[in-house]
């Protein structure tokens, strides 16, 4: 068990650790299947952001989403990709972090997410918080100390 005995980063704004928006790929909720693919497989991300017109966070798209949406029941349906958009799709029960929360709630998230959308208060799409970068200040603190 590690054992700190300063906790003051617990307490450090998520707002510090951002990977902020203008950073991160995305796609818009009126977005196709076929073009949200293109850009997960071009970035490589297995997952990302879904954002409306007004920059408000609305979802989560990954690979397996789309995949799942267009298995039939012998072989993949390749031609529906055009037709379905995102927010069909994308998953809506995601994490709730605001920018404003603390380091803490970040770290409870992340055990069970590889990254996390944040917003602003007003649901504004402010960016994502990583495991790695996460991980990254939590190494540091750790070496500091
Ligand atoms: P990483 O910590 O870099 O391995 O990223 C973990 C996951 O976070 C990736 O698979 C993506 O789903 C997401 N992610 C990381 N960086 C970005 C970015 N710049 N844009 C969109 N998604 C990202």
Known sequence: MIS?????????PIADYLIPAEK???VQ????????LLVLTKTGYSAIPVIDSKNQLKGLLGIGMITDSILGMERIEYEKLAD??????MQTDIPNIKTTDKFQKGLDLL??????????ED????????RRVMLKEFKKYIYKN
């Open 84 to 89: 379905l958009k995102v927010d069909q799709i």
């Open 111 to 120: 055990i069970n997410h590889t990254f996390l959308c944040v917003t602003e």
């Open 29 to 36: 909720i009126g977005n196709n299947a076929e073009h949200a």
């Open 24 to 26: 991160v790929a995305h």
């Open 123 to 130: 649901g504004t799409f402010a960016g994502i918080l990583t």
């Open 4 to 12: 700190l005995n300063n906790r003051d980063f617990l307490y450090v």
